[in-house]
């Protein structure tokens, strides 16, 4: 099985500096490539599709120690596009930033 290329977008990467805690940040980029290079597929509970877009966006859900956090993502093909890492009391107001 082939790996898919992971892609940033800039407001992930700004949502990934925001975070103080450089353990938590270690933790939240290597679930994402564990979970996500390999098989982006959706797979509830971790992985699922989130309803009410014309095209697909997708939810990982990663659990720290301090915080759970929800990664939005699309792909295409054999490429991963990483659109938002936040904190899940963030994740609504981020869904509905995402449809605009």
Do not use: N
Not at 15 to 40: G, S, T
Not at 48 to 72: A, H, N
Request: hydrophobic fraction near 35%; charge should be positive; avoid cysteine.
């Amino acid at each position: 099985m082939s790996s898919f290329q992971l892609e940033y977008y800039s407001k992930a990467e700004k949502d990934l500096e925001k975070l103080r805690d450089a353990k938590e940040v270690i933790v939240i980029l290597d679930q994402i490539q564990r979970h996500l290079e390999k098989k982006p597929f959706p797979y509830p509970p971790l992985k699922k599709r989130i309803q009410g877009f014309s095209w697909p966006l997708f939810r990982l859900r990663i659990d720290t120690k301090k915080e759970s956090y929800r990664v939005f993502y699309i792909f295409k093909e054999l490429k991963i596009t990483i659109l938002r890492i936040v904190k899940k009391k963030d994740a609504d107001k981020t869904i509905r930033s995402l449809r605009k």
